[in-house]
């Protein structure tokens, strides 16, 4: 797990030091990393949802994937209806505290090209996901 940030930051009204868990959207979709591609698009579709929030057998975040993402690698040759979402996330995506920055999570979107970035507690478990402007 990569946390994007970890040090206490003051929030105040400057957007600069804004932090994720201020424009955090909680409570969205959470689905287990053994959920296969097919799966995972049919809850986001039902749930409405852009994103899902992916979590190990322990509760632990282990990242987000995306509807762009997801439609990709299931179009892509090398696809089977076998993948699972812990085989596209290995320990790659970055995952924010809710201390974060908007400024830090920015950096983390122009560097990674990421859409939302997941917020988690001490002990990684999802709080929500912050989008991130394209």
Do not use: I, W
């Not at 929030?53 to 090398?78: K, Y």
């Not at 996330?89 to 859409?115: C, I, K, Q, V, Y």
């Amino acid at each position: 797990m990569t946390l994007v940030q970890m040090q206490p930051r003051s929030a105040n009204a400057n957007p600069v030091h804004q932090t994720v868990d201020e424009a955090m959207e909680a409570d969205g979709p959470q689905v287990c990393d053994d959920m296969t591609v097919e799966v995972a698009l049919a809850v986001m579709a039902s749930a409405r949802a852009g994103h899902l929030l992916v979590c190990d057998e322990d509760g632990v975040c282990t990242g987000l994937v995306t509807h762009a993402g997801l439609a990709t690698v299931r179009d892509s040759a090398a696809y089977t209806d076998q993948v699972r979402l812990r085989d596209l996330l290995g320990d790659r995506r970055p995952l924010a505290s809710p201390l974060t920055t908007m400024a830090e999570a920015e950096n983390a979107r122009r560097h990674r090209r990421l859409d939302a970035l997941p917020v988690v507690d001490k002990q990684g478990g999802a709080l929500g996901a912050v989008p991130l402007a394209h």
